[in-house]
T-cell receptor, first 113, second 117 residues
Framework: GEDVEQSLFLSVREGDSSVINCTYT??????LYWYKQEPGAGLQLLTY?????DMKQDQRLTVLLNKKDKHLSLRIADTQTGDSAIYFC?????????????FGAGTRLAVHP | GAVVSQHPSWVICKSGTSVKIECRSL??????MFWYRQFPKQSLMLMAT?????????EQGVEKDKFLINHASLTLSTLTVTSAHPEDSSFYIC?????????????FGEGSWLTVV
């Protein structure tokens, strides 16, 4: 089945850029998502990209997709302490006629002064 | 604002009892909703796909008689944990596909913390 992998931890200084990486195995994934989860809270959709796109920018967020390498990244510019959270990469996987999401394990982003 | 709402956010129940969690799509119809479970410091695991008007499709290893899913309307899916045990304590979260002109986006509810004592 589909496998999604992320690095588990990232520490950055406030004001620097953060880059969170994700690799996946299903080349037929149509939609690829980034979600943010703060402690004790649900998932917040940050951004998503369609598989026919290479890049998407949304304010401080930049998503890069390399379909050949099945690599997805999320760049957060000017990282703030409020960005400290767990970031999940998720890719759509068609199974049984439904488009399900398969999640990575999440990357814990720690922002320090 | 939220497009998918879950209720309750927190619930504590005694072992052996059943507890129901609701997932509602706000201002849109969701023919398909998804239920996930998240253990502490782990990722989300898909439990089942909830289909309006038909039986849910469960993932391998998920007991369908224990986790009852009912998708009675286009805006509501419910997950009932029957005969709950402490090992069922977890964070349960639902999602629904939000249709858009160029595809669909999946939004999540706020999640429900279940503690079985």
């Amino acid at each position: 089945g589909e496998d999604v992998e992320q690095s588990l931890f990232l520490s950055v200084r406030e004001g620097d850029s953060s880059v969170i990486n994700c690799t996946y195995t299903d080349s037929s994934s149509t939609y690829l998502y980034w979600y943010k989860q703060e402690p004790g809270a649900g998932l917040q959709l940050l951004t998503y990209i369609f598989s026919n796109m290479d890049m998407k920018q949304d304010q401080r967020l930049t998503v890069l997709l390399n379909k050949k390498d099945k690599h997805l990244s999320l760049r957060i510019a000017d990282t703030q302490t409020g960005d400290s959270a767990i970031y999940f990469c998720a890719v759509s996987s068609l199974s049984g006629g439904y488009n399900k999401l398969i999640f990575g394990a999440g990357t814990r982003l720690a922002v320090h002064p | 604002g939220a497009v998918v709402s879950q209720h309750p956010s927190w619930v504590i129940c005694k072992s052996g009892t059943s507890v129901k969690i609701e997932c509602r799509s706000l201002d849109f119809q969701a023919t398909t909703m998804f239920w996930y479970r998240q253990f502490p410091k782990q990722s989300l695991m898909l439990m089942a796909t909830s289909n309006e008007g038909s039986k849910a499709t469960y993932e391998q290893g998920v007991e369908k008689d224990k986790f009852l899913i009912n998708h009675a309307s286009l805006t509501l899916s419910t997950l009932t944990v029957t005969s709950a045990h402490p090992e069922d304590s977890s964070f349960y979260i639902c999602s629904a596909s939000f249709p858009q002109t160029s595809g669909s986006t999946i939004y999540f509810g706020e999640g429900s913390w279940l503690t079985v004592v």
